[in-house]
């Protein structure tokens, strides 16, 4: 038995590839619906936005995130879209990322008709604008100067909602979806500078970067990779706002279940590590 | 006058992005809009020449054969169909530049990212020994941590998210407040520097 466990400590990685595939394919083959619990901070962000008032100052999101942080960030956006055209939130897209620009529209576009939403009058996507932190700022001043032109090629002056937004005034709450240092930059410029309500939704390895700002109340809540827009998707369930595919839960079975295999090949791998050395230990005194 | 002339730029808009921020007159304001604007203009010359850059790169690697010449190939094929596709179909929902972004790019940069699970898994499994006490306390956190990651920990075991959640507000936001208070105090200095001549490698050329 020693020997087995002492074996298994230094297992060829072939087979923690099998068991990984394995606890991921599985899940997302037949959907396991483990129950879950929303965290305070991704509670946060969903009280804000349900105490914003039909029809009043709409909320930014902005898609900083590309295909390879698509499965953390997107389930975010389709969450949060959810949440808001459910309650007649109106929504401004933008992107600070030349691959986000796609998703977002995408996004955008099919959580608008499931919930009959109009462009123009309900949301708007502004597309993409090259420079960063010279963007978050330069909304600051006039977000129709920054952005002349929709994602569709229309000028945003003549876009309906947008007549009565021209900074951060008008903008209930920003949420940056992102898996880079953007997240940092909507809460320096957007936030500290010009005293927008921010809220990010970032991948999980990103997380522990931003509690500091969330302790000091610059970051107003926070949804954390996976993890966070399944809690997002279950508190909009939980209220009745939306049935739709809940695609972050469905990754997070998965998620999950990774989760346990690494866990458990760790404590497979230390039992291991332990005999190993007590066996070295008690030759060395022989 | 060619050395000169970028130096006095930098240090006039960097002294004035400083100081109008203490300015709060409209037509200080106003000319603070103006220069974001100008800013955003430069960005976009910074991608004009990154792709131009790229394409010397690859155009370089493939003249001379160099090593890997076949992937400087695909880079550029894909490059250059893009822009031609971009360019003649748009890239609105339906066109074939959205569609191929959705269908390739969307699926091979998701995919690529997803390999790291695999090697993640391994390394977790390699990495988190009780080889010391460093290493068991590092071990220990990661280990709440990850139980903490699993959904229905949370909702039958929510001490345990509290313990993670207490992981995450004290001892890793103590790190993370003095690994920020460093990277901001050093951005400070090197933008001094930069502002007044003394660091000047963003120019190029060496010295």
Known sequence: MNDLLIKLAKIDRRYIFLFVAIAVIIPLLFPLNFPTRATPHTKAVFDIIDQIPPDNNPILISFDYGPSTMPECHPMAYAILRHAFSRKVRAIGVTLASDAAGLGEEAMRNVAREYGREYGRDYAFLGFKPGGSAVILSIGEDIKKTFPQDFYGKPTAEIPMLTEVKNYNQISLVIPLTGSATATAWIIYAGTRYHARVADGVTAVMAAELYPYLQTKQLSGLLAGLKGASEYEHLVKEAGYSEGARRASRGMDALSTMHLVIIAFIILGNIGFFLSRRSAKKGERT | ?207
């Not at chain 2, 898994?121 to 280990?143: D, G, I, K, Q, V």
Request: proline share 3%; aromatic share 14%; charged share 10%.
């Open chain 2, 1 to 207: 006058m060619k050395r000169r002339l970028p130096l006095l730029i930098c240090l006039f808009s960097g002294l004035f992005f400083a100081i109008q921020f203490f300015i709060p007159h409209q037509e200080v304001r106003l000319l603070y809009a103006d220069g974001l604007r100008w800013l955003i203009v430069v960005y976009t010359f910074a991608i004009v020449l990154a792709v131009g850059s790229l394409i010397a790169h690859h155009l370089r690697k493939l003249h001379r054969q160099a090593k890997g010449w076949g992937y400087s190939l695909v880079t550029l094929a894909a490059l250059l169909g893009m822009i031609v596709i971009g360019s003649l179909t748009g890239i609105r929902p339906g066109s074939l530049f959205n569609k191929l972004f959705l269908n390739v790019q969307v699926p091979m940069q998701a995919t690529m990212f997803g390999i790291l699970a695999f090697y993640i898994a391994s390394a977790a499994y390699r990495a988190f020994r009780a080889r010391s006490n460093e290493a068991t306390l590092l071990l220990l956190a990661a280990f709440l941590l990850m139980l903490s990651a699993v959904s229905f920990m949370s909702y039958f075991f929510p001490r345990i998210t509290t313990v993670a959640e207490w992981l995450l507000m004290v001892p890793s936001m103590a790190a993370q407040r003095g690994i920020l208070f460093g990277v901001f105090l050093g951005t400070l200095a090197t933008s001094i520097k930069i502002i007044l001549g003394i660091e000047r490698g963003w120019m190029g050329g060496g010295r």
